[in-house]
């Protein structure tokens, strides 16, 4: 680590004095108190599905059905998370997200609390906020108990806002002491779509021929809906319950891209209006205005579940803070077409093409920082700049570092332009089991050897460079630059 580190810092001095850093920044250019972390989720890093009396999950079942690769063992995180915290000390993290698996923790969705469970997120949060790493934890990440999908439907039915709040409960209880960020749903609306509109996602629904069963039409939005009661509810009893002696804040996340017109016609910039009411609104709309936006009324008609004045009341204002998802930037078309079943993106009514030849199973990322720029400025003018944590961004190695120092300064410009946002973690501080493409891309700053029985972790480059960064080291580079860097990295190792 010391040598990568003088190589960077060597670099770093060589472009100074060649005059070739004009947009160098460091650490210290962001507010006091700004967090920088990384972060995995539970099925995606844990492994040991079957151990200390965990249950299956709709995640379990799906990649099971699939037979496809499965995050049966993945880096094996239950048994390694004492050296994962250490690598996380090394790489100088100050804050840490994962998720908790609901089926590890109740293993029947309700009653029941699992003490094999209990202890093992206990003994992780300690060890934690022993090495001074704050942690983030999500709720629900794509993984709820099969025992609830099969018994009445999971999200489709509103048990599930009881049962979802109960397991709340037990977290918070538990867990409050050393948790102060509390994330309630995990990408509210990609999970939605992903779900029940394309099936590509736990817990795979979506119209048949392309699932077993499912609605395209129909689900996503009644899924939408309870997600959004469900946070509610959770963020209610944290306020009544927890807050006063706790101290902490629950929030909600979303995926986002940034978005620009296809052409600068008329229609091209009404069909930018309603991707951004899709995509945002959908979520955001609720949160803080008490309803869906008006562009998702038209288009989806009775299909689009409504609000109570009750649950208007309790979902506006319930985020404390919203995590962001973002990786992409799209262009935008109109789309003219509709077909006799709709689905999100008819309803929409537009064709969003992703920039850089990204589709979900080629996450060779476009370098368009602008996209986090673009996405931070609409939340600060058109949702009232609520607090925001950066909760996923990141690609492939080589790339990356040019990448993270892009959007990382994307960020620092938004801060600089009223922004409120307050944290930033990488997707993923190490290799994982991924949701689209199993073990076939990787996105950690660490890579596990997953043919290894003991599931070595090594540094990458960008872990290295990271690391640096956290430390107070400014380190600017320019694309050759980190190309050589990689390749020196690559001889070296
Ligand atoms: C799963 O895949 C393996 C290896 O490709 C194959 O041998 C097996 O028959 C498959 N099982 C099912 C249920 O499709
Ligand atoms: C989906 O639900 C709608 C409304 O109930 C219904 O009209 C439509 O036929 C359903 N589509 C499928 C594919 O089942
Ligand atoms: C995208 O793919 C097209 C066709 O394969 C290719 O011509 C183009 O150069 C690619 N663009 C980028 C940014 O890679
Ligand atoms: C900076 O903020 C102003 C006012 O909120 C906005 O008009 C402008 O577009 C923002 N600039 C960028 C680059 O986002
Ligand atoms: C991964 O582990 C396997 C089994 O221990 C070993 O044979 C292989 O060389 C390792 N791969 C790398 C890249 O270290």
Known sequence: MAQILSLLVTIFLALASSGRCSNVYSRKDFPEGFAFGAGASAYQWEGAVNEDGRKPSVWDTLVHSRNTSNGDITCDGYHKYKEDVQLMVETGLNAYRFSISWSRLIPNGRGHVNPKGLQFYKNFIQQLVNHGIEPHVTLYHDDHPQSIEDEYGGWLNRRMIKDFTAYADVCFREFGSNVKFWTTINEANIYSIGGYGNGFTPPGRCSPPGCSSGNSSTEPYIVGHNLLLAHASVSRLYKRKYKDIQGGSVGISIFLLGFKPSTSSKDDELALQRAKAFYFGWILGPLTFGDYPDEMKTAVGLRLPVFSEEESEQVKGSSDFIGIM????ATVANMKSKPSHPD?????????NLIGNYSAFNEKYAVVPWAMEAVLDHIKQSYGNP?????????????????????IGAV????RNGSNTRGYFVWSFMDLFELLTG???SYGLYSVNFSDPHRKRSPKLSAHWYSAFLKGNTIFLGSQDIAQLQSDFSSSS
């Open 412 to 415: 620092l410009k938004s801060i």
């Open 344 to 352: 999100f993106d008819s309803d929409m009514g537009a064709f969003v």
């Open 326 to 329: 973002q990786y992409l930037a």
């Open 387 to 407: 607090p925001l944590y950066i909760l996923e961004n990141d690609l492939q190695d080589t790339p990356r570092i040019e990448y993270l120092q892009a959007y």
């Open 439 to 441: 073990y076939d891309y």
